[in-house]
């Protein structure tokens, strides 16, 4: 790849994160505020509101970015050669590999509660269950960032 080309790379994979983290915070936050029995922006308490309508914008978003970063992914590993499980920076590469696809799977749980929960309109338990699931994915995005930042600076 040329240098502009594993630029842009890296640039797409870098925004990716920044969006998929940075709409997870956001939902968590929202979700948090609007809390269990709080009435959302019609005055109502009877559904999921303005709230499960955030959450599920940000699935199809979620979603797409992902895809985008799957790609990037393998790209910026194309770029640094082939990667392998030996050494420290390989076995952090493992790591991260694994971690990445837990989270994978454990995303496809939280996008079906948010179609099946926005379906049912379940007011206060949704709530509550959306803003654990999008504070578990805050968390695990961290650490996943984390994992990134010692594979970028060894």
Excluded: C, Q
Excluded at 88 to 111: C, P, Q
Excluded at 114 to 133: Q, T
Aim: charged share 10%; net charge positive.
């Amino acid at each position: 790849m040329s240098a502009a080309t594993t630029l842009l790379v890296r640039l797409v994979h870098l925004v990716g994160m920044a969006l998929v983290f940075g709409g997870a915070a956001f939902a968590w936050a929202t979700l948090r505020a609007a809390g269990p029995g709080r009435a959302d922006a019609g005055g109502s308490t009877a559904s999921l509101g303005e709230p499960a309508t955030l959450a599920v914008t940000y699935e199809w978003v979620f979603w797409a970015t992902m895809g985008a970063m799957v790609v990037t992914g393998v790209g910026n590993l194309g770029a640094l050669g082939p990667p392998g499980p030996s050494g420290r920076w390989g076995t952090i590469l493992t790591v991260k590999l694994l971690a990445v696809t837990a989270f994978v799977l454990g995303s496809f749980v939280r996008t079906l509660a948010v179609f099946r929960l926005r379906r049912v309109g379940s007011a206060g338990a949704g709530r509550s269950l959306l803003a654990k699931s999008y504070g578990a994915t805050t968390a695990v995005l961290l650490v996943l960032v984390a994992l990134a930042e010692v594979l970028a600076r060894g």
